[in-house]
């Protein structure tokens, strides 16, 4: 039997949350996100602000040579993980089967959900009524037989959008897909696969597995699958934490690597901390992460290693070592030991 897989995601949401609460912000440009002096970024952003070319995760001081009078707010994540919580209860409502992604999207599971006749489309409406009504988000969604297309449904027709793909529709809604807009594709891949001459999931449907494997190894898969609307991922009630981390953007470049290591022992206190607070999980191996003055970025693993100042100060030395340049941003993290991990260790031999 073909699933019924909603993806909800609310249309900008720490912006909706303010502009819920101040009605004056909602036909002005606005933003959440740190300050230009600090050099932050922005979280998001209306779309009043969006028709000036700003989006998330650009560097605020870009966003206001763009808009200049951009109302700019740091943000209150209390009142947003109120927010969420509300509409968490909402989707519970109608499943138990809920994915969370974020504070602002989650898969539901419906397949077994007798309300509304079993009606998909019957239900992304009641999600979107109720949301709007009770805690006063606007909420897109897409319906679809996998999570895949689900997601991008609920892309499609923003903001307030609500796009069902049926069954019987997968196939020619598939077809006319461009290739960026399948999950893991980012400008790289998607210039690769441009170079190929392919632009759509059909013309990407017309390089057989074997060349898909070569040219993008194992990735060349889950392009051949996507391109064909196949995706059984199920939704997962408790997503598994892989990393752990803690990082620091600077007010100011650090010019040399001395700095870099004067930074990283309070940056290894962080992640101490947050280890701490998620039990002290089992680590597969350390990172780094270095952004350097120009935007370019590095990370660097080391499986096994421990998660001691010692081991990321050599990590950092090779990773500053590949562009040795001033330094923007400095992360430190871990990769925790999975669950398919775990299940690969008790096999027998």
Known sequence: MSRKILHADCDCFYAAVEMRDNPTLRDVPLAIGGSAEGRGVIATCNYPARAYGIHSAMPTARALRLCPHLTLLRGDFDRYREASRQISAIFHELTPLVEPLSLD??????????????????????????????VGITVSVGAAPSKFLAKIASDWDKPDGLTVISPSQVDDFVCQLPVNKLHGVGPATAKRLQALDIETCSDLQRIPLDRLLQEFGKFGRRLFELARGIDD?????????????????????????????????????????????????????????????????????????????ENFAALMEQAWARRARPVRLLGVGVRLVTDDARRQLSLPF
């Open 105 to 134: 999207e989650a898969f539901l599971d419906v397949t077994d959900v007798t309300r509304f006749s079993g009606s998909a489309t019957w239900m992304a409406r009641w999600l979107k009524e109720e949301c709007l009504k009770r």
């Open 233 to 309: 991922r199920p939704v997962r009630i408790e997503r598994e934490r892989k990393s752990v981390s803690a990082e620091i953007t600077f007010a100011s470049d650090l010019p040399d690597l001395s700095l870099c290591h004067a930074e990283l022992a309070p940056l290894c206190e962080r992640l101490d901390a947050r280890l701490a607070r998620h039990g002290h999980p089992p680590v597969a191996g350390i990172f780094v992460k270095v952004r350097f003055d120009d935007f370019s970025l590095t990370t660097l693993d080391s499986r096994g290693g421990l998660p001691n100042l």
